[in-house]
Each structure stands twice: as structure tokens, then as C-alpha cells.
């Protein structure tokens, strides 16, 4: 006998039904909650199966986000054999079907089924520092969205403030300057006080020693500023109260971002890998932990197309009859952060022929006559070839080949 368990993950629950063999389905569609006597509930069930067909069932289950991780780590620590599928994969399986079915119940029956009808691979852990790594690199990229949108914000309401504070510090979101505009928000406020106090003022938010004359610069720029502000005072209060906030909150994710920046890096240390991608120029620290962490182990792919196709970077194919398209974008299928990383560690590594390989390889294909992007997106490709071969080699990066 073959056994296999499908499990339909939703959230806080699941449904599972098994198989004793190849169209042989074994007892109906057991339903149990994600806690602590649902799973215990569960594990009877598998072991149940396990005793009737004389061998531990593997277990099939689609990717669902972030739901199925107490499931995952339940079957991990009891040692079960679990398959991570694609939901396109999935989706593909119940097109081929007559009737139109939508219901937890027969989605599980659904998985179960593709057991034997598809080439599944067992899921790979990726083990401990590779998980918390994805887990907080996307959740900085989702913070930093946050963040973008919150300085977006603060910049619509400080226009209609105090427009000449731009370019006082230099960098408007450093702690000093946004820190000395929550005190003085408006250019009255500022000219209300002497050039003294402002330069004091200024030497006290640094914290640290700094010389005099930087201070002194800042408040004389400051100062003349504030005097060709257009609004001495807002007419609106209320952009006041917003500034303040949307000073807090920025304050408030720089210092969130700072420790999420030092952990992903603490736990991108453990791995050997971190220093090898980083040998390609162009990939920095943040880019080389992203890249890991969305790869997760490289022996889930035998070849390196198959991880240009988990970027989403292969090319869509489009045949009908007699006509086949010349002109194809690229499938965009697989990982939206991880394609969205070596787009940025291409454009990072052709910033000043830094990476001398990539800048000859781009202009080779501009000079084919391709358009800027589709020259990018073909570098992209060669980049993933070279990570592949880093990974799996155990290999630095050679600037010439």
C-alpha cells in the first residue's frame, strides 16, 4: 500500500482525508482545529492510517500563506513526510474535472488524489535559520511599505507648514532633524528663538560630541529658512497634530526597522552561504538575506531553470496552430520578493560597472537591440544561473570567467 493524507488548510482549521492506496480512500473527511487537542486529534488519525495500510501516509497540503505553519511544525516534530504544493498546481487539477466542485471536503479528497496522478516532491525543510530568516525579511519589506507610505504622508502635511525645512539636515528623516521638528514645527517658532539657542538646541538632539561649527551651520541654515517660509503660522491646526504624529510613527519604524535590520543580519551570519552571494558585486547584506531566505535550500532544484522559474523569470509561451508568439513576457509565477531582489542586486551591480560580468553581458544585449528592460530582466536570468551555481558548488564568485 501507498498511503497519503490530503490536507485542506484554512484558517484555524483543516480537513483531511486519506487514501490506503491509489483510489482507495480510506474512511471519510476527518475536520480538526489548529490547537492543541485538534492536532493531537489529528495524529490518532494519521496513526490510524498508518496501522491499516502498514506505513506512515505522506501528507499533501497547498501552500496557504501563513495558516498552514502550526500544521508544518506539528508534522516536523513528529517526523511526517509533508508536501508543500503550488496552488496553481492545485487550481490545474480541478480545472480537469466535469463538475464544478468548490468545498473544503472535497479540495482535501483533491490532494489526495494528486498524490498519484503528479511527480511530488517531498518538502524540503528548510530548517530553523533559514524559516525566521524569511520570516523577518518579509516582514521588514512589509514594514518598510508602511514606512514609505507614512513619509508620504508626513511630507503632503509639512508642504503645507514649513516647505523650507527640506535640505536644513541634509537628511530630512534622521533622528536629529525630524526630533527638533517636533519641538518647532512652524518658522515662527523658529524665529522666536536666537541663533544660540537654536545651535544649542540642535548640539543637545546629536547626543553625541560633535563640533560646534556643524551645529552652528545647521542653525543659520535653519534660520534663514524659517525666513523664507511662506506661512509663518498654519492657518490649520489640525496639520499640527498630524505632523506630530507622523513624526512618532516614523520615529517609531526607524527603531523597529534598526532591530529587524540587526537580526536578520545576526542570523544571516550563521549561514555560509550569506558571504558567498555577497561575493557577487551588486548583492549587499539585505539583498543576500532575501535571496536566501525566498530560495530556502538549493537541493529542491536539480537544475538551475527550475529556479528561474520559481523568480517567476522564465519566459510565458504562447502557441496556437500556426502562430507563435515572438513576443513573450516573462511568467511572473513564483516569488514576487525574491524576483523583486535580483532586480535590485542587477540594477545595484550595473550602478557603476560595478560588477564589470553584468555590465558586459547588458550591453551586449542592448547592443542586440533590446529594450532597456528586457536587457535587465536577461541579466536578472544570468544573475539566478550564477547564485545556482554558487549554492550549490560551495563556491566564491569569479569577476571573469
Known amino acids: 500500500m501507498n498511503p497519503v493524507i490530503g490536507l485542506d488548510v484554512s484558517k484555524g482549521e483543516s480537513h483531511a482525508q486519506?487514501?490506503?492506496?491509489?483510489?482507495?480512500?480510506?474512511?471519510?473527511?476527518?475536520?480538526?482545529?489548529?490547537?492543541?487537542?485538534?492536532?493531537?486529534?489529528?495524529?490518532?488519525?494519521?496513526?490510524?492510517?498508518?496501522?491499516?495500510?502498514?506505513?506512515?501516509?505522506?501528507?499533501?497540503?497547498?501552500?496557504?500563506?501563513?495558516?498552514?505553519?502550526?500544521?508544518?511544525?506539528?508534522?516536523?516534530?513528529?517526523?511526517?513526510?509533508?508536501?508543500?504544493?503550488?496552488?496553481?498546481?492545485?487550481?490545474?487539477?480541478?480545472?480537469?474535472?466535469?463538475?464544478?466542485?468548490?468545498?473544503?471536503?472535497?479540495?482535501?479528497?483533491?490532494?489526495?488524489?494528486?498524490?498519484?496522478?503528479?511527480?511530488?516532491?517531498?518538502?524540503?525543510?528548510?530548517?530553523?535559520?533559514?524559516?525566521?530568516?524569511r520570516y523577518l525579511t518579509r516582514q521588514h519589506e512589509s514594514l518598510t511599505e508602511i514606512y514609505v507610505q507614512v513619509k508620504l504622508q508626513f511630507q503632503a502635511v509639512l508642504d503645507q507648514v514649513f516647505p523650507e525645512y527640506h535640505g536644513v539636515f541634509g537628511d530630512l528623516y534622521s533622528k536629529v532633524s525630524l526630533r527638533f521638528l517636533a519641538q518647532y514645527p512652524t518658522s515662527q517658532s523658529v524665529l522666536a528663538l536666537s541663533e544660540e539657542t537654536v545651535t544649542a538646541n540642535i548640539k543637545r538632539l546629536v547626543g553625541h560630541v560633535t563640533s560646534n561649527q556643524w551645529s552652528l551651520e545647521r542653525a543659520q541654515k535653519l534660520m534663514a529658512a524659517a525666513e523664507r517660509n511662506p506661512f509663518r503660522e498654519t492657518a490649520f491646526p489640525s496639520h499640527l497634530i498630524s505632523l506630530e504624529l507622523f513624526i512618532h510613527l516614523l520615529l517609531q519604524y526607524q527603531e523597529h526597522l534598526t532591530k529587524l535590520d540587526k537580526s536578520i543580519e545576526t542570523l544571516a551570519e550563521e549561514l555560509m552561504e550569506y558571504d558567498l552571494i555577497q561575493s557577487i558585486p551588486g548583492i549587499g547584506t539585505k539583498i543576500a538575506a532575501t535571496i536566501l531566505a525566498e530560495v530556502g535550500e538549493i537541493d529542491r532544484f536539480d537544475h538551475a531553470k527550475k529556479l528561474v522559474a520559481f523568480a517567476g523569470i522564465d519566459p510565458s509561451v504562447f502557441s496556437s496552430g500556426k502562430f507563435t508568439a515572438t513576443r513573450n513576457k516573462i511568467t511572473k509565477r513564483g516569488s514576487r520578493r525574491l524576483r523583486t531582489a535580483l532586480y535590485q542586486a542587477v540594477r545595484c551591480g550595473l550602478k557603476g560597472s560595478r560588477n564589470k560580468r553584468i555590465r558586459a553581458y547588458y550591453d551586449k544585449k542592448r547592443a542586440e537591440g533590446k529594450l532597456f528592460k528586457v536587457a535587465v530582466i536577461a541579466c536578472v536570468n544570468r544573475l539566478i544561473h550564477w547564485i545556482y551555481a554558487i549554492l550549490t558548488k560551495k563556491e566564491r564568485f569569479r569577476l571573469t570567467e
Open 18 to 133: 486519506a487514501f490506503s492506496d491509489r483510489g482507495t480512500p480510506y474512511g471519510k473527511t476527518f475536520r480538526f482545529e489548529h490547537n492543541l487537542e485538534g492536532l493531537a486529534s489529528f495524529l490518532r488519525f494519521a496513526q490510524n492510517v498508518e496501522s491499516f495500510a502498514g506505513q506512515r501516509p505522506a501528507i499533501v497540503l497547498e501552500a496557504t500563506g501563513h495558516y498552514h505553519s502550526p500544521v508544518i511544525q506539528f508534522l516536523d516534530e513528529h517526523q511526517y513526510l509533508y508536501i508543500v504544493i503550488n496552488p496553481l498546481l492545485s487550481h490545474q487539477a480541478k480545472k480537469m474535472n466535469l463538475r464544478k466542485v468548490k468545498t473544503d471536503v472535497a479540495d482535501a479528497y483533491q490532494l489526495g488524489e494528486m498524490f498519484y496522478k503528479e511527480e511530488l516532491e517531498p518538502y524540503k525543510k528548510r530548517g530553523q535559520y533559514l524559516m525566521n530568516l
